[in-house]
């Protein structure tokens, strides 16, 4: 029991994860992909990133599940998995950048990668090549690096897929299926880097109630919301957690 008590985060840390989770929860449930872009940043200001990434790691092995049923008669099954599948290549690289890299230098590119998709999502790009299966894999790739290194494994497909013209409940329905398939790749590499420990529990424990609720209520939304909504209201959402994660305002929050 003292060895459980004694790796218990600070009542702080354990605050404002849990909202970084309501807000990553609703992102995730209404878009499908943005858990990472909203919890990572957020979370990252409070515990730090090495922290705060594998905890989204455990919340995203649960949360995949409840949405599976639902993704996989309306996915794109073929490109999801030869997706997925790169993506699995590539997560050990970047879970191994992870656990060797400066905490506050990780931030900033994190909230510069965030910066730069919400740039090219809403810049109204669309790309017009064909959807050949290397491309899929390079998209793949990309994403498995992102992901290894910080959960972020979820732009680089949706940028392909908003570039596409996919339709929401398509391309939700894409995200959904390949995130249910990469995070088992994401957990088992975090675990052999060792970037799961007590701490880490505690903390997906407290954010976990609140990672729910905000599933459930991103899920209520998605169904309210048209095309064009949908869209503006993941970008603004991705754009706010940027802002909001720079180590610039670490004075203020104490780190």
Same mark, same amino acid.
């Given at each position: 029991?003292?060895l459980?008590?004694?790796? /218990?985060?600070?009542?702080? #840390?354990? *605050?404002?994860?849990? !909202?970084? %989770? @309501? =807000?990553?929860?609703?992102? +995730?449930?209404?878009?499908?992909?943005?858990?990472?872009?909203?919890?990572?940043?957020?979370?990252?200001?409070?515990?730090?990133?090495?922290?705060?990434?594998?905890?989204?790691?455990?919340?995203?092995?649960?949360?995949c599940?409840?949405?599976?049923?639902?993704?996989?008669?309306?996915?794109?099954?073929?490109?999801?998995?030869?997706?997925a599948?790169?993506?699995?290549?590539?997560?050990?690289?970047?879970?191994?950048?992870?656990?060797?890299?400066?905490?506050?230098? /990780?931030?900033?590119?994190? #909230?510069? *990668?965030?910066?730069? !998709?919400? %740039? @090219? =999502?809403?810049?109204?790009? +669309?790309?017009?090549?064909?959807?050949?299966?290397?491309?899929?894999?390079?998209?793949?790739?990309?994403?498995?690096?992102?992901?290894?290194?910080a959960?972020?494994?979820g732009?680089?497909?949706?940028?392909?897929?908003?570039?596409?013209?996919?339709?929401?409940?398509t391309?939700?329905a894409?995200?959904?299926?390949?995130?249910?398939?990469?995070?088992?790749?994401?957990?088992?590499?975090?675990?052999?880097?060792?970037?799961?420990?007590?701490?880490?529990?505690?903390l997906?424990?407290?954010?976990?109630?609140?990672?729910?609720?905000?599933?459930?209520?991103?899920?209520?939304?998605?169904?309210?919301?048209?095309?064009?909504?949908?869209r503006?209201?993941?970008?603004?959402?991705?754009?706010?957690?940027?802002?909001?994660?720079?180590?610039?305002?670490?004075?203020l929050?104490?780190r």
């Amino acid at each position: 029991m003292d060895l459980l008590l004694g790796h /218990l985060p600070a009542m702080g #840390a354990i *605050l404002g994860i849990a !909202a970084a %989770a @309501v =807000l990553g929860g609703l992102s +995730r449930g209404f878009s499908g992909f943005g858990a990472a872009l909203v919890f990572v940043p957020l979370a990252s200001a409070a515990v730090g990133p090495k922290a705060a990434v594998p905890v989204l790691a455990l919340l995203e092995s649960v949360s995949c599940l409840a949405f599976l049923p639902g993704a996989w008669p309306r996915a794109a099954r073929r490109e999801v998995a030869i997706m997925a599948a790169a993506a699995i290549c590539a997560v050990p690289v970047g879970a191994i950048i992870l656990a060797l890299t400066d905490p506050v230098a /990780l931030r900033w590119a994190l #909230a510069g *990668l965030v910066l730069l !998709a919400v %740039a @090219v =999502l809403a810049s109204g790009w +669309r790309y017009r090549g064909p959807d050949s299966v290397s491309a899929v894999l390079g998209v793949g790739a990309a994403g498995g690096l992102m992901s290894g290194t910080a959960m972020l494994g979820g732009i680089a497909p949706a940028v392909w897929w908003f570039g596409r013209s996919a339709a929401a409940a398509t391309m939700r329905a894409n995200m959904n299926l390949y995130f249910a398939i990469l995070t088992v790749a994401v957990v088992a590499a975090y675990a052999w880097s060792g970037l799961f420990g007590w701490e880490t529990a505690w903390l997906a424990l407290a954010a976990g109630p609140s990672y729910a609720a905000g599933l459930w209520g991103g899920t209520a939304l998605f169904g309210l919301a048209s095309e064009r909504v949908f869209r503006r209201a993941g970008y603004a959402l991705i754009l706010a957690a940027a802002v909001l994660g720079l180590p610039l305002w670490d004075p203020l929050t104490g780190r």
